[in-house]
């Protein structure tokens, strides 16, 4: 059981990290790496992803409105402590809403909580469909294996990732990597347009 909640939980996490990464480089009109860590996952996904897989017997009982207000509620919750610990420890900002309406402190907003609201909705009723029996239905031997492969993995680069931060330092591999990103979004976006810069435009608001 433990391997297979590993595993959906690296999943989703690397789901919400092509997720919110897709959002932010749209949003700015720029290739936006949004990850905490070097691999490309974002843990605070996975780790809400989880929680509503434990009470998925109680979510089922829920209306599609119901799923997006806790997913609105729970992104709140979780958005706030986890950027004030961050920034905290590591002395950075991995997101800042302080232009958006209605915002606390930069670190939770409006907008955002109402994106995390369509997010568990899609996670619960498209995502989940599939995503939980491809990983329920492996067998335990092959999940144990895959589980513990991937455990050493995370482990190893949140380690990394938290010392690279502590001392500063980015690995050349991945500055590498994010420039080939953002050459191939600048190819596809030559003009830099924005969702941000389109809202400012028609709404006047996100200055």
């Given at each position: ?117 369509i997010a568990a909705v899609i996670i619960v009723y498209v995502i989940n469909i599939f995503l939980v029996p491809v990983v329920w239905e492996m067998d335990l031997f ?59 435009a028609k709404t006047g608001m996100f200055k």
């Open positions: 059981m433990i391997a297979r909640i590993f595993i959906y939980f690296v999943l989703t996490a690397m789901i919400g990290y092509i997720y919110e990464c897709t959002a932010m480089t749209l949003w700015s009109g720029k290739w936006d790496n949004r990850g905490f860590l070097f691999g490309p996952v974002i843990p605070i996904y996975g780790v809400g992803c989880v929680i509503g897989l434990v009470f998925g017997n109680v979510i089922e009982d829920y209306t599609m409105a119901q799923v997006f207000f806790a997913g609105f509620l729970a992104s709140a919750i979780l958005e706030y402590p986890t950027s004030y610990i961050m920034e905290k420890v590591f002395h950075e900002r991995w997101w800042d809403y302080s232009i958006a309406p209605l915002n606390i402190q930069g670190r939770v907003s409006l907008l955002s909580s109402l994106g995390f609201g092959y999940a144990r294996i895959i589980g513990s492969l991937l455990a050493f993995v995370f482990v190893t680069d949140f380690v990394y990732s938290v010392y690279c931060s502590k001392k500063h330092i980015v690995p050349a591999y991945y500055d590498r990597v994010n420039d080939s990103v953002g050459s191939m979004v600048e190819r596809i976006n030559p003009n830099g347009r924005s969702l941000h810069s389109f809202l400012t």
